[in-house]
């Protein structure tokens, strides 16, 4: 009987090669949540700079009112809901102290 003796036994080619592809996946997944993310703090953000008043108020309204739109007043509500998409309420918090805590992120966005 003979045992080999000093070396490792190797892992089998094609686990190294799973998990290899596996490992990639997940970086590059992890690269896009990250430029994502990137993104909705740089650049989407300043999109709401020109009045952010306005934007606070329809945001307010969105929340206030569980009421289907007008046509014309659907751009506002979709305005409105990408905000809440970007900087989402915290569970239980009441509106006014998170139309305060939208407001201060948009003031940090516009520098």
Known sequence: MSERVGRPARPAPRLVAIATIFAVAALMLLLVFRAAE??????????????????????????????????????????????LFLVPRRPDEPVAAYLSRLDVRIDEACG
């Open 38 to 83: 990137w993104r909705a703090e740089t650049e989407v953000m300043t999109r709401y700079c020109d009045d952010p008043a306005r934007h606070l108020q329809e945001v307010g309204k969105l929340l206030a009112e569980n009421t289907r739109f007008a046509t014309d007043e659907r751009r506002s509500a979709i305005v409105a809901a990408r905000l």
